[in-house]
């Protein structure tokens, strides 16, 4: 089991705050960062799985080998995929059962849940093949996708290295010049993260997680950045405080890249990503020192983030359905986030259950 660290610290601040952001209206969601921001928990999740590759691909002693890589990887494309099936299949059951629970028959059109109900040869068969996707349970077929690559951006790395990055710019400007992005099925339309797009914030946090290349360059001038990020921070402060969003009609094409669009990771909102992470990268230190207990809750939900990203989702489906029956307010949104935080923190620790049994039988006398 890992020590607490940093980037499973944020990757737990993440799922945390995505867990509250998914209960639409809720009190404490007015706290999450996206109110003093630009971006919000998703760009900063899939930065920090990006960066989570690297430390996979470099390994702790020496870079795993080529097989092995492809290996590992595509393996856990099929975890995360299995996953998403899963939490889907349950987030369909529990609207199912509240709408007789609560004799609310409209409980089946929320969260885009509709054609499972009306439609539903079509629509289960969407939802194996990721074309279909629930409202708020559509960041795991990202991570598919991303995951399904990720032995392309590592091997890459590897044999092309001058080449990753302009690749992964130049797929992304694609993407926003010409709004090019994953079609749904049956349902019409696209996916709510476009994967040609967001595969650029998954490349960053893969590049900047090394010494090398530009990991070391931004290491080598870490103060200069962080004073060049404050002012970009405290823009979408502001920007974020008087929801400012610029008008479609008075920009000129491409749109998508002057907007601030989550869908296409617009430019706005990946340098916002980027500048908050160079104004807190290395806070985690004095957080670890100043709130122990904090550092060490949030490291281990990122250190088993799947997990409690799923048990996260289908928590947040339970507490937007818990606001509805009981006409949320403020003593109602109390309870379900600290009940959703605390079940969270019982999901990393079960996850943990078995390691922690097996290094104590390690260290029983024989």
């Known amino acids: 089991m890992r020590e607490p660290n940093e980037i499973d610290f944020w990757r737990g601040f993440a799922l945390v705050t995505i867990f509250v952001n998914h209960i639409p209206g809720i009190f404490f ?31 702790p002693a020496k870079p795993l080998s080529a097989r092995y890589l492809i290996l590992r990887l595509e393996g856990r494309a099929f975890t995360v995929y299995l996953a998403q099936l899963v939490i889907a299949q349950l987030a369909v059951a529990l609207q199912a059962g509240a709408s007789l629970l609560l004799d609310a028959p409209f409980l089946l059109d929320w969260n885009n849940a509709s054609a499972i109900f009306s439609d539903p040869v079509r629509a289960n068969l969407g939802l194996v093949l990721l074309t279909f996707q629930l409202g708020y349970f559509d960041i795991l077929p990202l991570y598919v996708v991303l995951m399904l690559v990720s032995p392309l951006i590592a091997l890459a790395y590897r044999h092309a290295r001058a080449l990753l990055l302009p690749a992964s710019l130049a797929i992304w400007a694609y993407a926003l010049a010409f709004g090019v992005n994953f079609p749904t099925w049956p349902v019409e339309g696209a996916w709510f993260f476009d994967p040609l797009a967001w595969q650029l914030v998954f490349v960053l946090g893969f590049l900047l997680a090394g010494e090398d290349g530009i990991g070391g360059l931004v290491r080598r001038y870490r103060k200069p950045l962080w004073w060049a990020a404050l002012p970009i921070v405290l823009l979408g402060v502001a920007a974020a405080r008087t929801e400012f969003d610029p008008s479609p009609i008075a920009l000129p094409e491409p749109k998508l890249f002057f907007v601030f669009d989550k869908t296409f990771l617009s430019p706005a909102r990946l340098l916002s990503n980027l500048a908050i992470v160079a104004v807190f990268a290395g806070s985690f230190h004095v957080i670890a020192r100043g709130l122990p207990r904090l550092a060490d809750f949030l490291s281990a939900l990122g250190r088993n983030s799947l997990n409690v990203f799923c048990a996260g989702s289908l928590l947040s489906l339970a507490g937007q359905i818990f606001r509805f029956a009981y006409s949320g307010d403020v003593v109602s949104d109390a309870f379900i986030v600290m009940f959703g935080i605390a079940a969270m923190g019982a999901t990393a620790w079960a996850s943990e259950w078995r390691e922690r049994l097996r290094a104590k039988s390690a260290r029983a006398p024989a």
Do not use: H, Y
């Not at 706290?31 to 630009?38: E, G, K, L, Q």
């Open 29 to 59: 969601e007015r706290f999450t960062f996206r109110n003093v921001a630009i971006s919000d928990s998703a760009e900063l999740f899939v930065f920090l799985a990006g960066w989570a590759l690297r430390k996979l691909v470099d390994g």
